[in-house]
């Protein structure tokens, strides 16, 4: 998909459905809205390599495939990754749903939501489109979301518009008898499908072979599992049994401070920037920090690297935010002298070093609204979250650092069509693509989760709760 320039919005409306101001635009064309841009620039301009122009078609032509023919994450920044043979499949939508217009999909959703009332909790994440976002209770990311979930213990379900691990922690976090739903199943992470339990346990008894299993004099083990948020409930539930704990991209320092209390060493999965970048900035020598790529022995180390190791970080990446580059931060710096580089710790590490500023997708969102009006931001992360900051803070320049538009492949597949869908089944009493952990993993997940929640920085430190917008 060509790069486009998306303007903006001067004038400002009121919104009844949002109950908060929403941007409006001065002209047609660009627009805030991301999707709208990409329509735009898919008809006036050619396709470039990295980005597919099928992110203007709708998911439903991606969900349409037989059933074992092979099926990617769809068009998008993670397009290129490779699926897991188990990925679920999402179930083909009503004629009348696919046939809908963008009018039609609004007035279902909005219809449903008011049947439904405060039976159900509606949880959107920061890089959804804005078509769904629009209709959520709490904007936010993941950890925000999922402990918005535990704030309503008497709703009947949880309609989570993000991905698969974030329903899945909903689940963990929420009530035994509410319903977590996920309005796509096809809707997961690529960088959480990069650390599947199998690969994860055979990595684990190469390390336990290597180092033994005994504690030091002072106590510490000799290595501690530590998985970023973005992974399966399996994986949570495989630290939680194993003494370790789950981190978010605004905690990592914390926590990564708490398992070297614990352990000698940490394995870090499955984000190796965002383990790379913050144990660098806590002083860990590159050099003690090997890369364990799975399906290797002793993850393409040698037995000398991994005993020198400090934190062993696994081979996986969040494809949105490895499109950044240090080339367009300088690109951004020529053309706006002053300009504030804000990049989320996800990005490779010459990334984050070049930029001005790092921080969790919460910190940046921070960042924009406290800043003096007339600031300049080039931002690096998901291009929707970056469209919405530029709409809501009209007083500063906010622009992506990626001229591309790209947005994550997986959040792209929540189309609005498939939100009416979710919601018009539990308004008529059935509950469709509902998500649970089983019991066994369950616990365990929770028991890693618990202990993030112990250590997570408190809001006085940095850490939201989240935006309401009811």
């Not at 994450?73 to 749903?97: F, H, I, K, N």
């Not at 959703?109 to 078509?131: K, N, P, S, T, W």
């Not at 992974?231 to 991209?249: P, Y």
């Amino acid at each position: 998909m060509v790069g486009v320039t998306l303007h903006r919005p001067g004038a400002r409306r009121n919104d009844p459905q949002r109950n908060h101001d929403v941007p409006v635009s001065p002209t047609p064309l660009p627009t805030p809205s991301v999707r709208e841009a990409l329509d735009h620039a898919a008809a006036t301009a050619p396709t470039t390599p990295g980005c597919s122009s099928g992110l203007t078609s709708p998911p439903w032509d991606e969900d349409a495939f037989a059933p074992g023919s092979s099926l990617g994450y769809g068009p998008g920044a993670s397009m290129d990754d490779v699926a897991p043979v188990g990925m679920p499949r999402q179930q083909t939508l009503p004629e009348d749903l696919r046939d809908a217009d963008e009018d039609e999909l609004q007035d279902r959703i909005v219809a449903a939501r008011r049947a439904l009332g405060d039976r159900v909790v509606l949880l959107g994440h920061f890089y959804q489109r804005d078509e769904v976002v629009r209709h959520a209770d709490y904007v936010g990311d993941s950890f925000q979301l999922a402990r918005a979930a535990t704030a309503h213990p008497d709703a009947e379900a949880m309609v989570f518009c993000g991905v698969h691990f974030m329903a899945e922690t909903a689940d963990l976090l929420s009530g035994s008898e509410q319903a977590v739903v996920l309005p796509h199943l096809g809707a997961g992470c690529s960088m959480a499908d990069m650390a599947d339990v199998d690969s994860v346990a055979d990595c684990w008894e190469q390390l336990e072979a290597l180092y033994g299993t005994e504690a030091d004099d002072q106590g510490r083990q000799p290595v501690v599992p530590v998985t970023y948020m973005n992974s399966s409930a399996a994986l949570k539930a495989f630290v939680g049994e194993r003494g370790g704990i789950v981190c978010t991209s605004s905690n990592a320092s914390a926590v990564l401070e708490w398992a070297f209390e614990r352990g000698r060493r940490v394995l870090f999965f499955p984000d190796q920037h965002l383990g790379r970048n913050t144990a660098k900035a806590m002083g860990v020598p590159l050099e003690r920090m090997p890369t364990w790529t799975p399906g290797r022995p002793l993850g393409g180390n040698t037995a000398e690297q991994l005993e020198q190791a400090r934190v062993i970080l696994w081979h996986g990446f969040c494809s949105v935010h490895r499109r950044f580059t240090v080339d367009q931060i300088e690109r951004a710096r020529a053309e706006h002298p002053g300009v504030h580089v804000m990049v989320h710790p996800e990005c490779p590490m010459p990334v984050v070093d070049a930029a001005d500023s790092s921080g969790s997708t919460d910190a940046i969102v921070k960042t924009v609204q406290a800043a003096p009006a007339g600031s300049t931001f080039a931002i690096g992360t998901e291009i929707n979250l970056v469209q919405r900051l530029a709409a809501q803070h009209p007083e500063h320049t906010i622009f992506c650092l990626d001229p591309v538009i790209c947005p994550c492949s997986t959040m792209y597949r929540v189309h609005p069509a498939y939100l009416a869908w979710v919601l018009e089944e539990l308004v008529a009493g059935r509950v469709a693509n509902r998500i649970t952990v089983p019991g066994e993993q369950a616990e365990h997940a929770r028991t890693a989760l618990r202990r993030m929640l112990a250590v997570a920085p408190s809001p006085a430190r940095g850490t939201a709760t989240g935006q309401a917008n009811r």
